[in-house]
């Protein structure tokens, strides 16, 4: 009974200091008592709220530290990594192709029926020309295939067709 009482009394003073307002002696605002933040010249002895206080703010800071590390590492790691992206094609590429001086960041594999295409000069903004790169196939079915993908281009018998997935799955053509 003496636990609800004082319960109710510091909630009954709470709402009280809500309805009290007072003026800051150095700025001249005037605000609720209740959203004072009070505190006092005479040291107190620390409680195990401070001791968490300061963990807390020791771990935000830590936190902050690592985010600023982590976000400088993925910057370096993008450079190292696009320092590294000619030479990684340049190791796929077959022999044949790389004496093409093609832009490696130009060229995008498809592998089949065609290894690779590449679009001359989209590194620079502006598509000269696409190539559609292949090694001479030594199947006689992918062969035929060549062939006839090789005919098509000659006989101009291509279309430019944009489709369009949804993320429920349908299917959207647009011409």
């Avoid at 935000?60 to 993925?74: C, G, P, R, T, Y």
Wanted: hydrophobic share 35%.
């Amino acid at each position: 009974m003496e636990v609800f009482l004082m319960t109710l009394s510091f909630e009954q003073a709470f709402n009280q200091m809500k309805i009290i307002h007072c003026m800051c002696p150095k700025c001249n605002d005037i605000m609720r008592t209740s959203d004072l933040r009070l505190s006092s010249s005479v040291e107190t002895e620390r409680t195990w709220r401070d001791a968490f206080d300061s963990e807390v703010m020791d771990l935000s800071n830590k936190k902050a530290e690592f985010d600023a590390k982590k976000k400088q590492m993925l910057e370096e790691a993008r450079e190292r990594g696009g320092k590294q992206v000619p030479k990684i094609v340049n190791k796929i590429l077959k022999k044949n192709f790389t004496k093409l001086n093609y832009n490696p960041y130009d060229i995008k594999s498809i592998l089949h029926p065609i290894d690779f295409v590449t679009f001359d000069g989209m590194k620079k903004d502006q598509i000269k020309k696409v190539v559609l790169l292949s090694d001479k196939a030594a199947n006689p079915h992918l062969q035929g295939i060549h062939e006839m993908i090789s005919d098509a281009v000659k006989n101009r018998s291509y279309d430019w067709q944009v489709l369009r997935l949804s993320n429920d799955g349908g299917v959207k053509y647009e011409s």
